[in-house]
């Protein structure tokens, strides 16, 4: 399975609201297409995992991920806001570009990991920040995913 | 969705997190990729579980500790009528999926706590 199969446009957002983390963490949830009660409780158990240790892997990419029983297939989401957010970063620079990743505890593919995995080995490469901070539609997202062969 | 339901949920997310960490299916990737320190982690989430499972009611923190004991899994989803925690098909009831879960009920064959996915 391609990442770019697994991002949708309503879940690509390049200007977040957001202005806090914790922000940009709901608007993120909220994209995932749930009723209330179960976007809170996602939330709360993205919070969890933070509390655990920042997903701000440096160079300003955060990887928000966890699993919960609220969403019934994997589920990933974008978000970007080009101003920074504090993240708690690994490196304490500021976090511009966020995925969000949240699976089932039961998946028949298990995709999780590797999703996690692969999203993650896109964020290290060298040029991958530059490129985020230069698209200006979600569909330049995906093509960039694409030219990743990602 | 119940309340204490929506604890159950949360304890049974929280317990998975725990198990991706212990059974090494997480643990390289938080380690290498989230620097994330594996017996700290697992110390706070079992700190976490134990204080959600001090909300539970008494009848359910008692039959709670009943299943925790022994399995990893004390809430299982139902999708289309089927419980995940055995496979087996649940009774189905007039009620809605979504109303379900305003009750708390148990898989009569597994014992697991039921939630009702949309
Ligand atoms: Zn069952």
């Given at each position: 399975?391609k ?26 949830v909220?994209?995932?297409g749930?009723?209330?009660k179960?976007e809170?409780?996602l ?7 933070e509390?655990l ?7 300003g ?6 699993r ?7 589920r990933v ?13 690994i490196?304490e620079?500021?976090v ?22 692969k ?13 985020l ?13 694409d030219?990743?062969?990602? | ?27 390289d ?11 700290d ?18 009848r ?26 055995c496979?087996?098909a ?17 898989c ?11």
């Amino acid at each position: 399975m391609k990442l770019r199969e697994l991002f949708v446009p309503s879940a690509i957002k390049l200007d977040l609201a957001a202005e806090t983390k914790d922000e940009a963490l709901r608007e993120l949830v909220s994209c995932m297409g749930l009723d209330e009660k179960s976007e809170g409780i996602l939330y709360k158990m993205l919070k969890r995992r933070e509390n655990l240790g920042s997903t701000g892997i440096g160079r300003g990419i955060a990887i928000p991920h966890c699993r919960s029983l609220v969403v019934t297939r994997l589920r990933v989401a974008f978000g970007r806001k080009l101003s920074g957010l504090d993240f708690k970063a690994i490196d304490e620079k500021p976090v511009r570009y966020v995925f969000l990743i949240v699976a089932p505890p039961l998946e028949v593919s298990n995709q999780y990991l590797p999703v996690l995995g692969k999203i993650a080995q896109f964020g290290k490469e060298a040029d991958v920040p530059e490129s985020l901070a230069e698209i200006s539609s979600p569909e330049q997202f995906i093509e960039l995913l694409d030219a990743k062969d990602l | 969705m119940h309340q204490q339901l929506e604890l159950l949920l949360q304890i049974q997310d929280l317990r998975m997190q725990r198990r991706g960490l212990t059974d090494g299916t997480l643990t390289d990737l938080e380690t290498d990729v989230f620097d994330i320190k594996v017996e700290d982690a697992i110390r706070s989430l079992d700190e976490k579980v134990e204080e959600l499972a001090g909300e539970l009611t008494r009848r359910i923190r008692e039959r709670y500790c009943r299943i925790a004991d022994k399995a990893p899994r004390v809430v299982a989803p139902v999708i289309n009528g089927i419980c995940y925690g055995c496979f087996v098909a649940v009774s189905t009831a007039r009620a809605s999926e979504a109303d379900r879960n305003l009750r708390v009920e148990s898989c009569e064959y597994c014992g697991c706590f039921l939630y009702h996915v949309a």
